[in-house]
């Protein structure tokens, strides 16, 4: 032990910058699981968006390129179709082999700059990694020179970089990649990133919705993008390929939802709060033709928070949704009426909580309770027409009220293997005429 001691002492006295001793992380395999654990099943996916974009944005300003998230189709045709795998591949800026060490093998390591109101570096290691123990698998091209890294739980437990064997033998953390590794959307780039979801085991099929994901699991990655993004980079393409076939189908944009309620709007305004700027929309009443959009946004009434073209506390309409709605003012209608609250306050106030779902204004959630008075006292015009239409559509007479109310739990009714008896005057307690009382 006093040796153990020894050797370690000397090892941070190394260390020691100017005399510094800097934090470091003893256990970051139990901080990892600890933070995966306060993260949702899909924000690895909101992550390796929000990478790609910037990794796009890194080359420059107006620059186009993609964020393609498709099937590994190395993997599917070497395997015959057996394995399937979500990769997400951008156009941007690669990463050499000691860019992805430092960045994927160091908790809250990143390349963008770190503040707590923005990128506080746990990002796709965390979200990701935390449910695909069996790998986070990076290949990279950086100058056209290719590297891939496989972050991963080793059976021990521990998480960090898989040995990869080259073609001489010899192992290192990363190996090399040429022209033929490329997937298909860096076919003839130079630069680009692919990051493959190895899943739980070799035969996970990561293309499929987690069990978490309860409605529109059949379009879950464009349900999901577009209710997290507001809005997306114009000359930025973030395409989703969730039909997956033997040969490759269409790719869907990713529009964000701003895209799809100005599309279905017919009216839309704007409130001023103490602190926050409420934005409404009034949605169309056509309620067939949206619902059948609802596995691909969220096409009904809902109110959220705004961060740099984000949504955040956003509740399922059974889930308290249409109910923050009502703490609005808005009684009648409320499936037809959107609310994004923006946060009016200096940027140090507001920041998100670890998972990325709520906005915290100095560390306590945002008061929807004082926003919900401030808008109904200042209710728009338009939405309060809205509610004197509805309100008047839902005066039945009260008979006919209630038999439409009855009508919907009528089938709870029926008794499948009921069978009335036959009364006869046999009964026990039958009096026959003429016996004595």
Known sequence: MPGQ????????????????????????TFLLERLGSECTDLQGLRELTLNGLDAIGALGVGVVGRVVCDLDWQRFDASAGRVRKLPVTDTGTG??????????????????????????????????????????????????????????????????????RWKDGHTDYWRPLGEADKPLALRGRGEG????????????????????????????????LNGRFLRLPAQIEVLVREQHR?????????????????????????????DAIARWWVLNDDHQGRRREASLWAS???????????????????????????DFGIRFGYERVVLHLQPRVEGALLQSNTARTQLLLDHEPLPWTRWGEEFAAAMPPEILRLQERAASADCLPRREAIRNRVAAILPLYRLSRYRPTRHTDTAPNAIKRGQAR
């Open 300 to 326: 009904t009434g809902h109110a959220a928070a705004m961060l740099r073209d984000e949504l955040y506390d956003v509740l399922a309409p059974t889930r308290g949704g249409y109910g923050r709605l009502q």
């Open 193 to 224: 990133t692919q990051v493959v979801l190895l899943g739980q085991h070799a035969r996970h099929d990561t293309t499929q919705a987690p069990d978490s994901v309860g409605d529109g699991r059949r379009h879950w990655i464009m349900r999901y």
């Open 95 to 164: 990463m050499t082999p000691e860019q992805l060490r430092q960045y994927i093998n160091q908790l809250a390591s990143s390349g963008r700059e770190q503040s707590a109101a923005g990128n506080f570096g746990v990002g796709a290691k965390i979200a990701a990694g935390s449910r695909n123990p069996h790998g986070l698998e990076y290949r990279s091209w950086c100058q056209d020179h290719g590297a891939l890294v496989c972050f991963k739980r080793h059976s021990d437990g521990r998480w960090g970089l898989e040995p990869q």
């Open 246 to 274: 033997l040969e490759p189908g269409q790719l869907r944009r990713i529009d964000g939802e701003q895209h799809h309620i100005e599309r279905h709007a017919v009216a839309a305004g704007a409130v001023q709060l103490s």
């Open 5 to 28: 001691l020894s050797q370690r002492d000397h090892t941070a006295d190394a260390a020691a910058v100017d005399g510094w001793h800097e934090l470091a992380v003893a256990n970051p």
